[in-house]
């Protein structure tokens, strides 16, 4: 079974960085596009960056200029450097394939204070 495990969250005030990363397994990892989603409290989770296994880049409209997603596929590994954090990004985020093709990790908690 696939495993994703996520780190990098935490608590950080409005206009800070961190950076996620996340680490898979049991997955020809080089085969698939990936992405980062967030899940805010009572909101759906929702898909903010995804990099294909060629290394083009999207990004949703609210974290276009911020974030910034890359991939290391000899680690099998997708980071998400986050900039200049705003409230409004505070969720739970997680990555996975994209579109979703497997089961979720326990994601990291982002929390972005005023």
């Known amino acids: 079974q696939v495993q994703l495990v996520e780190s990098g969250g935490g608590l950080v005030q409005a206009g800070g960085s961190l950076r996620l990363s996340c680490a898979a397994s049991r997955i020809i990892f080089s085969n698939f596009a990936m992405g980062w989603y967030h899940q805010a409290p009572g909101k759906q989770r929702e898909l903010v960056a995804s990099?294909?296994?060629?290394?083009?880049?999207n990004y949703a409209d609210s974290v276009k200029g911020r974030f910034t997603i890359s991939r290391d596929n000899n680690k099998n590994t997708v980071s998400l450097q986050m900039n200049s954090l705003k409230p409004e990004d505070t969720a739970v985020y997680y990555c996975?394939?994209?579109?979703?093709?497997?089961?979720w990790g326990q994601g990291t908690q982002v929390t972005v204070s005023p």
């Open positions: 990099i294909s296994n060629g290394g083009t880049t």
């Open positions: 996975n394939t994209a579109p979703v093709a497997t089961s």
